[in-house]
């Protein structure tokens, strides 16, 4: 079957950095996808991996290997504004997007 | 307005009404989705419009049922639901081209808290 595991929660501190995982087994890959989810409000999009190496993003940036069915999400200079669940999302053969459970993230001051 | 807006943000309902929860989407996107967000669990894609025509119906059960009256607007009609479908029903849309993956990025509407009694 196909599965994506990411923690299901981190603490980190304000100002500092936090790496977020996600490990995936999926038919096929089309890309992987990060989403920010503050509660009670839409998920949004945050990066987008389709080859291997580090897109950064300001204070985001995310890193995908094929190879090793793994990505992370790297978050620096941690604000509190940044306490939101981290949603990955692999895109596989059939173009079926396929989610983790997501991880929530609590930035403490 | 702009983005993707659903209606309403809250909903509580009898196991024997009927309701309908409402997406638009202001975007000019081709497709658009119904997930359904669960506590601590990955979202459940329910249905896919692609040009208005229904692609995806991953063995929803027949108290949802989707209907796509145009390319910007998205119902959820509910009947008859059981406490277990109390969820966040969530609405997206995107620009879908298959020769783009990394365009296909979902815009997300807030959702719609459903509660079943």
């Known amino acids: 079957g196909q599965n994506i595991d990411q923690p299901t929660e981190m603490t980190a501190t304000e100002g500092a950095i936090v790496q977020i995982n996600c490990t995936y087994q999926?038919?096929?890959?089309?890309?992987l996808f990060w989403y920010q989810q503050h509660a009670g409000e839409a998920p949004t999009f945050l990066s987008y991996?389709?080859l291997d190496g580090l897109e950064e993003k300001g204070r985001f940036s995310s890193f995908l290997s094929r190879s090793k069915g793994y990505s992370y999400l790297l978050l620096k200079e941690l604000q509190m504004k940044d306490s939101a669940s981290y949603l990955c999302a692999v895109m596989d053969s059939n173009y079926q997007l396929i989610w983790g459970a997501g991880t929530k993230l609590i930035i403490k001051p | 307005e702009t983005g993707v807006t659903q209606t309403p943000r809250h909903l509580v309902m009898g196991m024997t009404n009927k309701k309908s929860l409402k997406c638009e989407q202001h975007?000019?996107?081709?497709?658009m989705y119904w997930y359904k967000q669960s506590a601590k669990k990955p979202l459940e894609l329910m249905f896919v419009y692609n040009f208005k025509e229904q692609t995806e119906n991953n063995s929803v059960p027949s108290r949802f049922s989707p209907e796509c009256p145009n390319s910007s607007h998205l119902f959820l009609h509910l009947h008859t639901l059981q406490p277990e479908d109390s969820a966040l029903y969530l609405c997206?849309?995107?620009?879908?081209?298959?020769?783009?993956?990394?365009?296909?990025?979902?815009?997300f509407g807030a959702g719609s808290r459903l509660t079943v009694l």
């Open positions: 991996n389709v």
């Open positions: 975007l000019g996107h081709n497709a």
């Open positions: 997206a849309s995107s620009q879908w081209d298959r020769g783009l993956t990394g365009a296909n990025v979902l815009t």
């Open positions: 999926t038919s096929g890959f089309n890309g």
